[in-house]
């Protein structure tokens, strides 16, 4: 069965998307079979992975709504297999107000867990109705963070809504880690937020990784030109920031 990690920051731009192909792509590099959900209506994730985003190839929403069968909707990239979205994703917010809607995304995800090892779901940057879905279909979360203040000050939310679907939703929900992006380690800005990521990580009890990414436009690059970024780029210190991410991930018993 495959081990589901949602990544999610209720904060915009802080690397959800780019860290859920990255690290889609080093697990896939590592054996792993591999499918990524892309959670969020802006679609930044299926576009990075040259999804078929015309209208006749089906949504994540269609499988939501139960116009097509989950394994329908999977889409076989060169980079790894995804099921993509559109802008109809925003709508689940007013659309479905049924008891239960909480659970709507891990329901469908069932009947394909068996195939993959992984399944990475990116979320969008709000704590609303797919970020709770997202959750309550999970295993583990993981949490980019920019380094810096004001990002880690969010993680504290964040962890209050974990927390509810924790007791409510999905008891067995367990926070893989925090991690910093766009870590400059010679930079006295970048030691100050690692130190106090730190504390916030150890008040929250939630694991700060050691691996850090780096900031290279490189990443950005292999995305807009929808690139394996490990075949793109074998030596970027933001790729091989990724790899020891992972590894350590792995190690950890992801
Ligand atoms: N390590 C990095 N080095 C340089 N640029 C990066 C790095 N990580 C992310 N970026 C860039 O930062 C921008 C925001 O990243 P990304 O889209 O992954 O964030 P996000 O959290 O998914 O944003 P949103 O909340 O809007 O979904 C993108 O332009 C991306 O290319
Ligand atoms: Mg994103």
């Known amino acids: 069965m495959a081990r589901i990690i949602s990544l999610a920051n209720q904060k915009g731009g802080v690397g959800k998307t780019t860290s859920t192909n990255a690290i ?8 792993f079979r591999v499918l990524c959900i892309d959670f969020d209506p802006q679609s930044n994730l299926s576009f990075s992975m040259d999804a078929d985003l015309s209208d006749k190839s089906p949504k994540i929403y269609d499988v939501l ?3 097509v069968k989950c394994r329908h909707a999977i889409q076989r990239t060169p980079i790894v297999d995804i099921i993509p ?5 925003a709508g689940l917010e007013l659309e479905f107000t049924t008891r239960g809607r909480e659970f709507i995304l891990k329901d469908c995800l069932q009947s394909i867990a068996s195939y993959y090892d992984y399944i990475l779901i990116d ?3 709000e704590l609303g109705i797919l970020t709770i879905n997202a959750f309550t ?23 209050e809504t974990i927390g509810r679907v924790q007791s409510y939703l999905n008891p067995g929900l367990r926070i893989g880690g925090i991690f910093l992006v766009r870590y400059y380690p010679r930079e006295e800005l ?7 990521a730190a504390m916030i990580a150890q008040r ?12 290279s436009n490189v990443i950005a690059k292999a995305h807009n030109l ?29």
């Open 190 to 196: 970048s030691r100050t937020a690692r130190e106090t």
């Open 226 to 254: 929808q690139k394996d970024m490990i075949a793109y780029a074998p030596g970027n210190i933001v790729v091989k920031d990724y790899i020891a991410l992972v590894d350590e991930l792995l190690k950890g018993g992801l």
């Open 65 to 67: 709504k139960h116009v």
């Open 204 to 215: 929250l009890q939630v694991p700060l990784l050691k691996s850090t990414i780096r900031h």
């Open 85 to 89: 979205t559109d802008l109809l994703l």
């Open 137 to 159: 279909a999970a295993d583990v979360i993981l949490i980019p963070c920019l380094a810096d203040g004001y990002s880690l000050q969010g993680v504290l939310r964040l962890h």
């Open 24 to 31: 889609a792509v080093c697990l896939k590099h590592r054996g």
């Open 123 to 125: 979320t969008p940057p």
